[in-house]
């Protein structure tokens, strides 16, 4: 266990924005994990915990507290089911499942940071969320001292959130186990239409493995959603913003704020999200109030590849960062009466 005083955190954010921490923990084993928050949670410390680094937004200031970094490592693969330690690598696990001709987390690939944070944001993309295929999440319960073994229903999954999203100081994930699929080196059902057009295939089908990988792969560089240290476009969170969930009545009065602005014929994305309710596009949004690719003119901007990113181009604070968010979150919501919320974590600041 590795521990440094008044350290960078900056360079453990895919951002690498921040100050530093009053003192940085490296675990590498989940008893090292969990014998640091105990001595924090003793002690009265504030507790950061991170894992990849690439959903946290941490302010100048830097955090005051104990930075724990979480470092495990452990894939253990034993038919299709699948146990990750928390510090592992995600897009290296997919590969890794890929590879081993198992189904249901491909469309998964290419996402930045570590196993351990995809139950917290039900991470998803491409027509896939993690919610699909996690059995159960292991993980240290603050309140009561113990490790806990949670099971998939009682996670609380949602769109982007979790049980353990809604209760942040409570739970320190330490290992994800999956249960995913032999489809004979096929893909699950590819379900999301950019996927499928780009795959030259229906809504549906399954594809093999590597095909889905390759293509997501290829999908998301041309996003700039792909981590490159050359490219400032990844210098970023990749969403900054959730799509919107709007209610019904929420959706007619959008729509006609949608026809004032750009007339009768224009038609939002909307897909349905249970309940009544409408999912529209974040991006759409943004790129509609006038928000497009590369808007911006200071260390912060808008991705030349893709309007939902925010990007530090080199020499952003978080400031500058935070600047260009509410600029965003206000233009949109003068636009069209919708308030986007953000996807990534903050620290010590807010939009």
Wanted: hydrophobic content about 40%; charged content about 25%.
């Amino acid at each position: 266990m590795l521990e440094l005083h008044d350290a960078p955190l900056a360079p453990l954010t895919t951002f690498r924005l921040g100050g530093p921490a009053t003192r940085l923990v490296t675990a590498t084993t989940d008893d090292e994990v969990i014998a640091t928050v105990r001595e924090a949670d003793a002690a009265g410390t504030p507790l950061l915990v991170i894992g990849g680094g690439s959903n946290l937004v941490i302010g100048d200031k830097g955090f005051d507290g104990t930075a724990l970094r979480v470092a495990t490592t452990g894939f253990r693969l034993e038919g299709g089911e699948l146990e990750l330690a928390a510090g592992e690598v995600w897009t290296d696990a997919v590969a890794r499942t890929v590879e081993a001709g198992l189904a249901g987390v491909e469309c998964l690939s290419g996402i930045p940071g570590s196993a351990g944070a995809t139950p917290i944001q039900n991470v998803g993309a491409y027509g896939q969320e993690v919610s699909s295929t996690i059995s159960e999440v292991v993980a240290y319960d603050r309140r009561t001292g113990r490790t806990v073994t949670v099971p998939n229903a009682d996670c609380g999954f949602t769109y982007r959130h979790s049980r353990f999203k809604a209760s942040p100081d409570r739970y320190v994930v330490l290992r994800v186990r999956f249960r995913l699929e032999d489809a004979g080196g096929l893909s699950a059902p590819v379900g999301y239409a950019e996927t499928a057009r780009a795959l030259g295939v229906e809504a549906g089908d399954r594809v093999p493995l590597a095909a889905a990988r390759e293509t997501v792969l290829k999908l998301r560089a041309g996003k700039g959603m792909v981590l490159d240290p050359d490219d400032h476009d990844t210098w970023s969170a990749g969403s900054f913003f959730t799509n919107p969930i709007l209610s019904a009545a929420e959706y007619e009065a959008f729509l006609g704020r949608v026809r004032d602005r750009l007339g009768e014929d224009v038609r939002p994305p909307a897909y349905p999200a249970g309940d009544g309710h409408t999912k529209t596009s974040a991006a759409w949004l943004i790129d509609r109030a006038g928000f497009t690719k590369g808007y911006g003119g200071g260390p912060a901007r808008i991705s030349t590849k893709h309007t939902l990113a925010l990007t530090n181009r080199g020499e952003a604070t978080t400031e500058d960062l935070l600047a260009l968010a509410r600029e965003v979150v206000a233009g949109v919501r003068d636009a069209f009466g919708v308030t986007l919320v953000n996807e990534p974590v903050t620290v010590g600041v807010s939009l």
